[in-house]
């Protein structure tokens, strides 16, 4: 049941009809569940059980974190008279490291599910290499587990911290971990901003309603107008890269950051709208990341719910362990007297490698492969660069006399930007490390844009298609443009002001899919970027 099948819109058509007529407000949570399960069974490939395990585990491992905590503090206070200050804390420290075991059993046990799908054969072909024997197998990726575990391990582990108390019933837990609109590709949600919408009865709202169906038809435009229609081009070329000219490969790499920009956000628009159509704000996950000034920020507005995943649990973790803060320490003292260099690199050196080895993470999220591993440590690497030589960029800045808020130097910033992120583009689309070394060389030297151009339009799509594409991205171009402009409000609260110019647009985005999106008879649809993940 894929988000552009017909059989999806017909589905949440029912869901949405079944939620606001099931009689038990308080059991309309009830409907949400069984129209997850429905979509998780018949789409994530019979893959279900693993969810239910990680459900299980999940729900069993926080109601036994949290009464190992209550029976401390009830202790605690049975003796809080006779009792010194310090055999209190003893009590509570031999609870939280009974919760730590049950926390990292629990995290490994998920954690190894996920790492055994997605890389148990790229370990087994290395041994081969090494001289080992190791069986490969054939492995399948259920269906948003990358998702559903972040967001199942993140509750956990603020169950862990005291952030708030488990929940106690099993199918709210289940709810949590499987609502249907975000289990393609998220968003990773938050126990405390979701859980609330999910099981509180939300009464139906036009007016949220109409603003959920634009959102989810936007996705759909930029779905089918103009992902699906770039990535005929970028499979051509990707494919057999070495039979193309290299201002071809760098047509094609420029058309990937187009469609992965189309496909994910779309995908994103189209998750968020079904949800909103139900009552329930997901998180925002994606926020116009090409207009970004620098790679740093670039991150925080693409994939924004992963970023703050990885910052709240593992970027922080890192930075505040005792190893880190040690080396902090190490660098300022060391001998002879620091300089201003030092002092600045005793500050940010350990948070500068937490975030390389952040980036690392992420990249080996994205697939078992090599290339990964350069993506990762490419925009680690950027990032980690950009924070040790702050100062000496703005000396520079400063020596130049460029004003920081200049439009011409925020366009070069955005501009530089873009074509950073651009080289990590390259891991994503090559077949391997060094195909996407490769790639990025030929881009540079052997550039011949009208053969390039003449290749492109050889790939499997007209003149016509092309157009339609150039139109797709030109009006998505301009409604971001116009939402950066104005960041504080979206465009779509904007227009309820004039409800009739709502519509009509609503229409006109409906009637552009139909006329210039790819879909019909023989049309297989590219499954969505991080639908695998």
Sequence with gaps: MSYVSLTFPLFTAASVLAY?????KKLRWTVLLAASYVFYFFTGLGFGYLMLVTTLTTWLGALWMDRMGAAAEAEVEAHKSEWSREERKAVRNEAKKKKRRVLTAILVLNFGVLAFLKYYNLFAEHLCLWGFSAPTLRLLLPLGISFYTFQAMGYLIDVYRGKYPA????????????????????????????????????????????RGLQLAAWGYFKKLVIADRAVIVIGAVTSAYADYDGSAILMAAVLYALQIYADFS?????????????????????????????????????HISLGAWMRNYVFYSLTTSKAFLRMGRSIRSAKPEPSPARLHTAKVFPTALASLIVFLLVGIWHGANLKYVGFGLWNGGIIMLSVLLAPEYEKLRSALRIRAESRLFILFQMVRTFFIVLVGYYFDIAPSFGGAVDMMRRSVTDLHFKAGTEQILS???????MGALAFGAAVMLAVSAAQERRPEESLRLRLEKRPALSWLLLFLCIACTMVFGVYGPGYDSGAFVYMQF
């Design 266 to 302: 779309g995908g994103i628009d189209i998750s968020r709208g079904i949800a909103q159509i139900l009552g329930i704000e997901l998180a925002e996950n994606f926020r116009r990341p090409y207009f970004s000034r620098s790679i740093s920020e670039y991150w925080r507005r693409w």
């Design 459 to 465: 790939c499997g799509v007209s003149p016509k298609q």
């Design 20 to 24: 606001y007529l099931f009689p038990l």
């Design 167 to 210: 929940e106690r019933n099993p199918g709210k837990t289940a709810l949590f971990v499987s609502f249907f609109p975000q289990i393609v590709q998220g968003p990773i949600g938050d126990y405390a901003q979701l859980s609330p919408q999910l099981f509180e009865a939300r009464p139906f709202d036009y007016d949220r309603a109409r």
